[in-house]
């Protein structure tokens, strides 16, 4: 065996270029990053471009979560029992009420064990759950605020799902921050809801983008805050009609939140807005990528593996910049926040639209090469809106 250098010997820049100039061949335009939907643009040659500053690189030994709603408590909780004896290792609870059973719905779950969320929108619904399990048992649980000042949870999932872009999601969350540290400067422990997209490295790249974010709001108001990140995969590209094209977008969409820094990565069933609710074989598939990611592909413990690799820090970088700019839009005025949010999404939704429609956004088996086989008729059920603005799904707007 000849003798190898290593590390290799470094190529000058211009050489790299030309090596890449040559093998691409006509095909240069590759060189050339571009999303009018993301509004995004930098080119894989020009190195000397401005670069992030260097951030300190932790372990994240991130949770296979799965979420149920408080709505049906006897459900929810057998959905929960079948998910932690197949690998997951944190729940979510949603949907919280002083009307919710906590007694059927967390029977059996050893939260001293496992990472247990339950979100409230409401003190009230909050005291109703420390009187009902007790305060010890309530200790070992994380109790995610929505209100007040006690809001301690941020979510832009609702957001993404409507159309919005990467930096649009992270300026309507960070406005909520913007918000709450007007009114109270202090220390906070900040669990932050981002939704999953398809594109692989801008969704990466976002989730990078949020801590520096995070980082720089907390500087501004001279606070300290322990960012918390938690990611939800969707909906907008997933098929009732072909499932089994649903799992590798779930796969490069749950991947994309580990390699960004994801501490819970909740992949949610492709059939959770199906008219029969999640079945069996959706939530297994489900958390099968998660153990799969964790347990296969050996990341249940990555450190930051993407640092310093120029496209990803260029397009964290753009997306920071971008969301930074249009936090600064909104926060000018804060009375018609809304209504600028609303105008800016509905923009990207119907660029959205338009692409898929005209065949440029292609998903298989959906707006092409449709499935063949036959599979059980499930139909979308009633979907959600946030800010007046149903979900996108796209196989719901082309049937």
Sequence with gaps: MSKVSIPFSANSLS????????ELKENTALLQYDSSIEELSFSLTSLEAPQ???QTSTTNAWKRMVAVSAHSEKQSNAILLEALMQGADAIYIEHTTTQTNYKQLLADIQVNYISCLICFDSAEAHVHFTQMVGDEFAAQCSVLHRYGSAKNYISTFDIQQIGAN?????????LELQQLLETQAQDHTLYFELGVGKEYFVEI???RALQHLVKQLASIHEVQIELIPIAKTGFCNKSLEDPYTNLLRMSTEGLSAVMGGAHFVCIQPYDTLGSEGPSAFGQRMALNIANLLSEEAHLESPQDP???AYAIEQLTLQITEKSWGFLCELDAQQANANAVLRAKILQTRQLRTALFESGKTMLIGINAFPNEFETPKISWAETPTALDLPYLIFEKSAN
């Design 205 to 207: 790249a976002k989730f």
């Design 15 to 22: 050489a790299w270029q030309a090596q890449l100039q040559k």
């Design 52 to 54: 992030l500053g260097t």
């Design 166 to 174: 990467c930096s649009t999601e992270l300026a309507a969350g960070l």
């Design 306 to 308: 993407l640092q310093n």
